[in-house]
């Protein structure tokens, strides 16, 4: 927990985390909000539990050498967040948490799980996403579009 700073998480959400959020979504919402993702993500980091994590810990885990995971002495904190339903990883840079992916946690490995078992509640009571939400809904649209298309990859504009 003292890694994790306050009772405050701010975070930002990635748009590969949105992308996969989408992927994994349980239902087909009728409109989703930037607003909805955010607040999915949020409650998440707020109500899951966490698992704290270096790339070494992780690599051993997987079974992986450490230079191939993360390159020859770089050691970074991965923490994830877990509820019944959906897994956020996210990695701590300064004092904000970047959520890289969502996946469900149905799909973690069975060590994930046992470890799972023992870990603590978000210490976290509040969380500030960063991101404008009108941002996170143009992700929203261009996932849609891709997927209207085959899958063909859309170019943003800027």
């Not at 607040?39 to 899951?48: K, T, Y």
């Not at 997987?62 to 020859?72: F, I, L, R, W």
Request: hydrophobic share 30%.
């Amino acid at each position: 927990m003292d890694a994790l700073g306050g009772k405050i998480a701010k975070i930002v959400i990635t748009r590969h985390a949105v992308e996969r959020l989408l992927e994994r979504k349980p239902r087909e919402y009728c409109k989703i909000s930037g607003e909805v993702i955010a607040n999915i993500v949020g409650n998440i980091v707020c109500s899951g539990k966490y698992l704290e994590r270096t790339d070494e810990e992780e690599s051993a885990e997987e079974g992986m050498s450490k230079s191939v995971k993360s390159g020859a002495g770089s050691v970074s904190k991965n923490i994830r967040f877990s509820t019944r339903k959906y897994t956020v990883c996210c990695r701590k840079e300064g004092d904000k948490l970047v959520v890289t992916t969502v996946i469900n946690t149905e799909e973690m490995t069975d060590a994930y799980k046992k470890a799972l078992k023992y870990a603590k509640y978000s210490p976290f009571e509040r969380v500030i996403v960063l991101n404008p939400t009108k941002q996170i809904e143009r992700w929203v649209r261009k996932w849609s579009e891709g997927r209207d298309t085959g899958g063909q990859a859309v170019q943003e504009q800027s």
